[in-house]
């Protein structure tokens, strides 16, 4: 019998290594990279945890795959728990369609053995226990996936320094938070250790989220790395951060007790909202303005935590649920356009280009509605019911959510009107080099805006699933 | 012939206040030197220094195996800008100009803020270990600590090089790592701490290649 948790480990590192070797063949290699993250998605979601199921082949014998058996690995636990599924579910497939795109918008960077390592890494800091392993492997991560973020030898090595930066300077903290835990169990009278705990935790999650005025490195890993390898980041590597915190206050249930717990949240969400919102539209690049967009989703999603009610878990939930569909394409629409001009994103730059790649453009300003939270996109759906919910208690923070979309809209709409500049003089158009996108790439890129669109006009489809996630954590009462 | 477990064991008389001011002057070094053959040695030594603190509160075997992994970092920034200074020396031909005067005052300029920002670090590294002692480790190890934290941070703070930045981050982590062995005897932690170092040196390394092919170079200086 095969223990699941070994093979969310191992899997993804051999196939790892394999896509490395036939990096040369980029389809060959994306699509093993797209097979391996869907076939470990579909495995995760359906395979029963209480019994062992559906023979396996292994080495030529018959062997059985325990989805639910804790296994030890050099004295510590994995255990695959109901909560761990679901996250395992998201980074899976999230990770699948990234490799599916960037099977044409990037086949040649490391993102594929590299994402597939990461995979591996992420899977491994939800399983383990106790939680400081999940820091550590957290911490090795980041450090992997400047790997992927790094084109060689094209662009600024500014995002992936800043991110590696700032997740280790979270390491020390999130580690030390153990020992003050275990101290705490000898001397429960002594709750100074349970304030220092806390303050650790929210200083340590604070750098790994990139709230104001840890985030430098969110439009810098949007901005200066390869598009869909910053996607991962912000979403695959940020979601794991995100699921590792909601596994602390479900280990530890006093913090949500903490008095502070509701508004220090709220106010670091709002917070980057504020200067999310604020920033977006003074950029003159499209990299930085899709960070900036992450760095409003991220706090719309900590101020949904900071309702401190199971309909706020639901609903930050949701916004993680929806991130990659804006995210994924704003990346894809980019990486396409990028391509076509030297790798240089900023406006002066693009000026003209949307006529010679139109399904770039049309993928780019479907994500910027979707990272902004505009209505027909997946991003709506996630952002409205957060201020549906706000409305009633505070107006103010729904509007400020509201008027921080627009805010990256501006800044998507500057590039826009940039992209779709009509060439000046009949010659000037001649001399533009035409670069069609290929039917394949526009295929991709077809298949993502229509999932995009389906989860922004069929929000039944996405909903549930986050209130499903949010009944498994039992921090909140109803 | 002695074996490399006798020759700390040797010098662990240094293993007090000289490794302390030790820590402190190589640290100083990475912080105001831009000369990627010092600050090599200086982050050579400073492992060294660290390696010494660390057998007085842990077994010497661990300790030898983290300084290796130190050495073996070090080894990774030698090839690395060996590698480099072969890349560049088509770009150095051509850029015969000599510096100008101003050039040269600006970075002196730099040099002498980086070293006032150090001992500025240093002092303060020095007030807090006296007013928050930290648990479990005797003094001069938690000045020790907190100097490597400060020193590394400022590092970090002070450039955008990939090599200064990565630099830092290890210093960082060495300052840590000196008051974790004491909370946190398991060797899963101190494989993975060490795991995590050497990965932190190859991204950086791997940047720093980057950051000579792409030209961006003098952008982050």
Same mark, same amino acid.
């Given at each position: 019998?095969?223990?699941? *948790?070994?093979?969310?480990?191992?899997?993804?590192? &051999?196939?790892?290594?394999? &896509?490395?070797?036939?990096?040369?063949?980029?389809?060959?290699? %994306?699509?093993?990279?797209?097979?391996?993250?869907?076939?470990?998605?579909?495995?995760?979601?359906?395979?029963?945890?209480?019994?062992?199921?559906?023979?396996?082949?292994?080495?030529?014998?018959?062997?059985?795959?325990?989805?639910?058996?804790?296994?030890?690995?050099?004295?510590?636990?994995?255990?695959?728990?109901?909560?761990?599924?679901?996250?395992?579910?998201?980074?899976?497939?999230?990770?699948?369609?990234?490799?599916?795109?960037?099977?044409?918008?990037?086949?040649?960077?490391?993102?594929?053995?590299?994402?597939?390592?990461?995979?591996?890494?992420?899977?491994?800091?939800?399983?383990?226990?106790?939680?400081?392993?999940?820091?550590?492997?957290?911490?090795?991560?980041?450090?992997?996936?400047?790997?992927?973020?790094?084109?060689?030898?094209?662009?600024?090595?500014?995002?992936?320094?800043?991110?590696?930066?700032?997740?280790?300077?979270?390491?020390?903290?999130?580690?030390?938070?153990? !020992?003050?835990?275990?101290?705490?169990?000898?001397?429960?009278?002594?709750?100074?250790?349970?304030?220092?705990?806390?303050?650790?935790?929210?200083?340590?999650?604070?750098?790994?989220?990139?709230? #104001?005025?840890?985030?430098?490195?969110?439009?810098?890993?949007?901005?200066?790395?390869?598009?869909?390898?910053?996607?991962?980041?912000?979403?695959?590597?940020?979601?794991?951060?995100?699921?590792?915190?909601?596994?602390?206050?479900?280990?530890?249930? !006093?913090?949500?007790?903490?008095?502070?717990?509701?508004?220090?949240?709220?106010?670091?969400?709002?917070?980057?909202? #504020?200067?999310?919102?604020?920033?977006?539209?003074?950029?003159?690049?499209?990299?930085?303005?899709?960070?900036?967009?992450?760095?409003?989703?991220?706090?719309?999603?900590?101020?949904?935590?900071?309702?401190?009610?199971?309909?706020?878990?639901?609903?930050? /939930?949701?916004?993680? /649920?929806?991130?990659?569909?804006?995210?994924?394409?704003?990346?894809?629409?980019?990486?396409?356009?990028?391509?076509?001009?030297?790798?240089?994103?900023?406006?002066?730059?693009?000026?003209?280009?949307?006529?010679?790649?139109?399904?770039?453009?049309?993928?780019?300003?479907?994500?910027?509605?979707?990272?902004?939270?505009?209505?027909?996109?997946?991003?709506?759906?996630?952002?409205?019911?957060?201020?549906?919910?706000?409305?009633?208690?505070?107006?103010?923070?729904?509007?400020?959510?509201?008027?921080?979309?627009?805010?990256?809209?501006?800044?998507?709409?500057?590039?826009?009107?940039?992209?779709?500049?009509?060439?000046?003089?009949?010659?000037?158009?001649?001399?533009?080099?035409?670069?069609?996108?290929?039917?394949?790439?526009?295929?991709?890129?077809?298949?993502?805006?229509?999932?995009?669109? !389906?989860?922004?006009?069929?929000?039944? =489809?996405?909903?549930?699933?986050?209130?499903?996630?949010?009944?498994?954590?039992?921090?909140?009462?109803? | 012939?002695?074996?490399?477990?006798?020759?700390? %064991?040797?010098?662990?008389?240094?293993?007090?206040?000289?490794?302390?001011?030790?820590?402190?002057?190589?640290?100083?070094?990475?912080?105001?030197?831009?000369?990627?053959?010092?600050?090599?040695?200086?982050?050579?030594?400073?492992?060294?220094?660290?390696?010494?603190?660390?057998?007085?509160?842990?077994?010497?075997? &661990?300790?030898?195996?983290?300084?290796?992994?130190?050495?073996?970092?070090?080894?990774?920034?030698?090839?690395?800008?060996?590698?480099?200074?072969?890349?560049?020396?088509?770009?150095?031909?051509?850029?015969?100009?000599? *510096?100008?005067? !101003?050039?040269?005052?600006?970075?002196?300029?730099?040099?002498?803020?980086?070293?006032? =920002?150090?001992?500025?670090?240093?002092?303060?590294?020095?007030?807090?270990?006296?007013?928050?002692?930290?648990?479990?480790?005797?003094?001069?190890?938690?000045?020790?600590?907190?100097?490597?934290?400060?020193?590394? /941070?400022?590092?970090?703070?002070?450039?955008?090089?990939?090599?200064?930045?990565?630099?830092?981050?290890?210093?960082?982590?060495?300052?840590?790592?000196?008051?974790? &062995?004491?909370?946190?005897?398991?060797?899963?932690?101190?494989?993975?701490?060490?795991?995590?170092?050497?990965?932190?040196?190859? =991204?950086?390394?791997?940047?720093?290649?980057?950051?000579?092919?792409?030209?961006?170079?003098?952008?982050?200086?």
């Amino acid at each position: 019998m095969i223990a699941g *948790p070994l093979v969310l480990l191992i899997l993804p590192l &051999v196939m790892a290594g394999v &896509v490395y070797v036939l990096r040369r063949w980029a389809t060959l290699s %994306a699509l093993l990279a797209v097979g391996t993250a869907l076939v470990l998605g579909i495995a995760v979601i359906t395979l029963s945890l209480d019994q062992p199921v559906q023979p396996l082949l292994f080495l030529g014998q018959e062997r059985q795959i325990a989805m639910g058996e804790a296994v030890t690995l050099l004295g510590r636990e994995l255990v695959l728990e109901q909560a761990d599924r679901m996250a395992m579910t998201y980074l899976f497939f999230t990770a699948a369609g990234l490799f599916f795109l960037a099977w044409r918008a990037a086949p040649h960077s490391l993102l594929f053995p590299m994402g597939l390592g990461l995979l591996s890494l992420l899977s491994g800091a939800l399983l383990i226990r106790p939680l400081i392993y999940a820091a550590l492997l957290i911490e090795i991560a980041a450090a992997l996936s400047v790997f992927a973020l790094q084109a060689e030898g094209k662009t600024p090595t500014r995002g992936g320094m800043r991110y590696l930066t700032f997740t280790t300077m979270a390491l020390p903290g999130l580690l030390v938070t153990h !020992w003050l835990m275990d101290r705490y169990t000898l001397t429960p009278d002594d709750t100074g250790l349970l304030s220092a705990t806390a303050a650790l935790l929210a200083v340590s999650f604070a750098l790994l989220l990139g709230v #104001v005025p840890f985030h430098t490195w969110v439009p810098a890993v949007a901005g200066d790395a390869v598009p869909l390898a910053g996607a991962f980041v912000l979403t695959v590597g940020n979601g794991a951060v995100w699921f590792l915190l909601l596994d602390f206050l479900e280990t530890y249930p !006093w913090l949500n007790t903490h008095p502070l717990f509701g508004s220090l949240f709220s106010t670091a969400g709002l917070v980057m909202v #504020v200067v999310g919102g604020l920033l977006a539209p003074a950029q003159r690049r499209l990299g930085p303005v899709m960070g900036y967009g992450a760095l409003v989703d991220s706090g719309s999603a900590l101020i949904a935590l900071g309702m401190h009610s199971k309909l706020g878990l639901t609903l930050a /939930l949701l916004s993680l /649920l929806v991130r990659p569909f804006g995210l994924a394409l704003v990346a894809a629409g980019l990486s396409g356009l990028r391509a076509r001009n030297g790798d240089d994103d900023s406006f002066d730059a693009l000026r003209g280009l949307g006529w010679r790649a139109m399904w770039s453009t049309a993928t780019l300003i479907l994500g910027g509605l979707a990272v902004a939270g505009l209505p027909v996109s997946a991003g709506f759906v996630g952002r409205w019911a957060l201020c549906r919910a706000l409305m009633p208690s505070s107006p103010g923070v729904a509007l400020f959510l509201l008027l921080a979309g627009l805010g990256v809209m501006v800044g998507v709409w500057k590039g826009l009107s940039a992209l779709l500049e009509r060439p000046r003089s009949p010659e000037e158009n001649e001399t533009q080099e035409i670069t069609s996108e290929g039917w394949l790439m526009a295929a991709v890129l077809a298949v993502a805006i229509l999932a995009c669109l !389906w989860v922004g006009f069929f929000p039944q =489809a996405i909903a549930p699933l986050a209130a499903r996630l949010a009944e498994t954590y039992t921090f909140f009462v109803p | 012939m002695p074996t490399l477990l006798d020759l700390l %064991a040797r010098v662990s008389f240094l293993a007090a206040m000289p490794a302390v001011a030790g820590v402190l002057i190589t640290a100083g070094i990475l912080v105001v030197s831009r000369d990627w053959r010092l600050n090599v040695i200086a982050f050579t030594a400073q492992y060294f220094f660290v390696v010494l603190l660390l057998t007085r509160l842990i077994q010497l075997e &661990v300790a030898t195996v983290k300084g290796l992994i130190g050495w073996l970092i070090c080894l990774v920034f030698y090839l690395t800008e060996r590698r480099v200074s072969m890349l560049e020396q088509p770009l150095a031909a051509q850029d015969t100009t000599p *510096p100008q005067r !101003w050039q040269r005052w600006a970075l002196s300029a730099r040099a002498s803020f980086c070293l006032l =920002a150090a001992i500025a670090a240093a002092v303060t590294a020095y007030m807090v270990a006296m007013r928050f002692p930290l648990p479990e480790i005797p003094t001069d190890i938690t000045l020790a600590c907190y100097l490597l934290v400060g020193l590394g /941070l400022l590092l970090v703070g002070l450039s955008e090089a990939p090599m200064q930045v990565g630099l830092g981050l290890l210093t960082f982590l060495s300052g840590f790592d000196l008051f974790y &062995v004491a909370l946190e005897p398991s060797l899963a932690v101190a494989g993975l701490l060490g795991a995590v170092s050497f990965l932190i040196a190859l =991204a950086t390394a791997h940047l720093r290649v980057a950051q000579v092919a792409s030209g961006d170079e003098r952008k982050t200086l």
